[in-house]
């Protein structure tokens, strides 16, 4: 029988460092929401950077420090950590941010406390570091291991992943029926377009989505969007819109729009022949979501928007972000891998050389991009395929609870 381990209280806290960008709190923040959603576990945010949550949660205010949001508590994390921390059941470290010597000490005391007391003391919490996504196989026999802390105190690597013994994927438990749902009916992408602004799209135009980090490619993709979607059934060119934040896709296209990017606002469009390249504001998650489940193709990038792209069950190219040495290389064969199984092996070709030529910077781009598009029907269909086998069975929220409740 197990024995009963006491807590101070059941709550759960996830601490995340703002790296740059907005994948390490995109990861964390949409987790924390889901672990509250789905299992109830009240979590404790401790973020470093609010300003920059705030790009994702434009309600957040960047000045207080405690506020609740879909019922996380999210904590302003200053250094030296000001607000008291009393620990739960679990500490969750994102992506080996270096935790607050205050929390250290405290777990530390506890733990101490607990190994004197022979186990009847109140507990440390339970401590992973949550890790990025990668498809690499290493994965597998790296994910749940243990590390022995000079305290004597274990933490665990989690690491996410696509196969069974990894540590899944963010995937929350009605995402697809809400999809589906939204896709069923072209009207809630018009909807959606009409609401961030966007004007003179027709349900029948190519829309694009780009979130990448800068990169020439983009340029050269956009000069050929230019000339359109052209089919050859009606012989009729249709317009493409891309669909672009400001940052770094648009930094890219600074020479192409022949205009500095300081004074482009969002709201704005820019029409060269059929393509037009509408700039977005940033929005929260679920219309980021809505907004990739509503184009023909997404560019997506890192690790959150990368996978929310899979969960839209719409082609994308990946623009994964870089590494030192070019690992990042390493990483996106990894996933082309195990991505074009089921791919046929001229597409799988072509879906692997676009994205390849994407993250080289590749002058290629178009050459591919063009094989590739004349196969957007399979595409799509793989695309809906993948998310399903992808999740296989279990999403990252429901493994970690298990993994918890067992390490
Ligand atoms: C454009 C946009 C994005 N988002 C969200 C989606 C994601 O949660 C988040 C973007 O995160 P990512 O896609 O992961 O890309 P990113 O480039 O911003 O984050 C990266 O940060 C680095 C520090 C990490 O090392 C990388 O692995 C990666 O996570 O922003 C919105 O909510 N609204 C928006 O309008």
């Given at each position: 029988m197990n024995k009963q381990v006491n807590y101070n209280t059941p709550h759960w806290d996830v601490f995340c460092a703002v790296v740059d960008n907005y994948g390490d709190i995109g990861v964390t923040w949409r987790l924390a929401k889901q672990l509250h959603a789905e299992y109830g576990i009240t979590i404790n945010l401790w973020v470093d950077d609010l300003k920059s949550f705030s790009h994702i949660l434009p309600k957040l205010d960047p000045f207080a420090s405690i506020q609740c949001f879909y019922g996380v508590n999210i904590y302003q994390w200053n250094q030296p950590l000001d607000i008291n921390f009393i620990p739960g059941e679990l500490l969750i470290e994102g992506f080996a941010c270096e935790l607050p010597s205050q929390v250290i000490e405290v777990i530390e005391s506890q733990h101490q406390a607990y190994k004197q007391s022979n186990g009847h003391a109140i507990a440390p919490p339970k401590w992973i570091n949550l890790e990025y996504l990668s498809a690499e196989d290493w994965v597998n026999s790296c994910?749940?291991?243990?590390?022995?802390?000079?305290?004597?105190?274990?933490?665990?690597?989690?690491?996410?992943?696509?196969?069974?013994?990894?540590?899944?994927?963010?995937?929350?438990?009605?995402?697809?029926?809400?999809?589906?749902?939204?896709?069923?009916?072209?009207?809630?992408?018009?909807?959606?377009?009409?609401?961030?602004?966007?004007?003179?799209?027709?349900?029948?135009d190519t829309v694009i989505s780009v979130f990448s980090y800068e990169s020439t490619a983009l340029t050269q993709l956009c000069k050929h969007w230019t000339k359109g979607t052209f089919d050859q059934t009606s012989d009729v060119i249709t317009p493409i819109h891309a669909l672009i934040p400001k940052g770094k896709s648009l930094s890219s296209l600074a020479s192409f729009l022949d205009i500095p990017i300081d004074s482009i606002n969002s709201g704005q469009s820019f029409t060269v022949d059929h393509l037009t390249i509408h700039v977005l504001p940033m929005t929260d998650q679920t219309q980021f979501d809505r907004?990739?489940?509503?184009?023909?193709?997404?560019?997506?990038?890192?690790?959150?928007?990368?996978?929310?792209?899979?969960?839209?069950?719409?082609?994308?190219?990946?623009?994964?972000?870089?590494?030192?040495?070019?690992?990042?290389?390493v990483k996106l064969q990894a996933f082309v891998n195990i991505y074009i199984q089921k791919l046929d092996d001229d597409i799988a070709t072509n879906w692997s050389k676009t994205n390849f030529a994407f993250n080289q910077q590749g002058a290629d781009v178009v050459k591919h991009w063009q094989k590739l598009i004349s196969a957007q029907l399979p595409l799509l269909q793989h695309a809906k395929q993948w998310a399903i086998d992808a999740k296989t069975g279990a999403d990252l929220a429901s493994r970690l609870v298990q993994f918890v409740k067992t390490s």
């Amino acid at each position: 029988m197990n024995k009963q381990v006491n807590y101070n209280t059941p709550h759960w806290d996830v601490f995340c460092a703002v790296v740059d960008n907005y994948g390490d709190i995109g990861v964390t923040w949409r987790l924390a929401k889901q672990l509250h959603a789905e299992y109830g576990i009240t979590i404790n945010l401790w973020v470093d950077d609010l300003k920059s949550f705030s790009h994702i949660l434009p309600k957040l205010d960047p000045f207080a420090s405690i506020q609740c949001f879909y019922g996380v508590n999210i904590y302003q994390w200053n250094q030296p950590l000001d607000i008291n921390f009393i620990p739960g059941e679990l500490l969750i470290e994102g992506f080996a941010c270096e935790l607050p010597s205050q929390v250290i000490e405290v777990i530390e005391s506890q733990h101490q406390a607990y190994k004197q007391s022979n186990g009847h003391a109140i507990a440390p919490p339970k401590w992973i570091n949550l890790e990025y996504l990668s498809a690499e196989d290493w994965v597998n026999s790296c994910h749940g291991l243990p590390s022995m802390q000079p305290s004597g105190i274990k933490k665990h690597f989690y690491f996410p992943g696509f196969t069974r013994e990894s540590g899944g994927l963010i995937c929350e438990s009605s995402l697809f029926d809400e999809r589906d749902q939204w896709q069923s009916d072209v009207s809630n992408k018009m909807a959606l377009f009409s609401q961030l602004n966007l004007k003179g799209i027709e349900s029948s135009d190519t829309v694009i989505s780009v979130f990448s980090y800068e990169s020439t490619a983009l340029t050269q993709l956009c000069k050929h969007w230019t000339k359109g979607t052209f089919d050859q059934t009606s012989d009729v060119i249709t317009p493409i819109h891309a669909l672009i934040p400001k940052g770094k896709s648009l930094s890219s296209l600074a020479s192409f729009l022949d205009i500095p990017i300081d004074s482009i606002n969002s709201g704005q469009s820019f029409t060269v022949d059929h393509l037009t390249i509408h700039v977005l504001p940033m929005t929260d998650q679920t219309q980021f979501d809505r907004l990739l489940w509503s184009c023909d193709f997404n560019i997506v990038r890192g690790e959150d928007s990368f996978l929310r792209a899979q969960w839209a069950a719409k082609p994308f190219i990946w623009h994964i972000y870089p590494q030192e040495d070019d690992y990042h290389l390493v990483k996106l064969q990894a996933f082309v891998n195990i991505y074009i199984q089921k791919l046929d092996d001229d597409i799988a070709t072509n879906w692997s050389k676009t994205n390849f030529a994407f993250n080289q910077q590749g002058a290629d781009v178009v050459k591919h991009w063009q094989k590739l598009i004349s196969a957007q029907l399979p595409l799509l269909q793989h695309a809906k395929q993948w998310a399903i086998d992808a999740k296989t069975g279990a999403d990252l929220a429901s493994r970690l609870v298990q993994f918890v409740k067992t390490s």
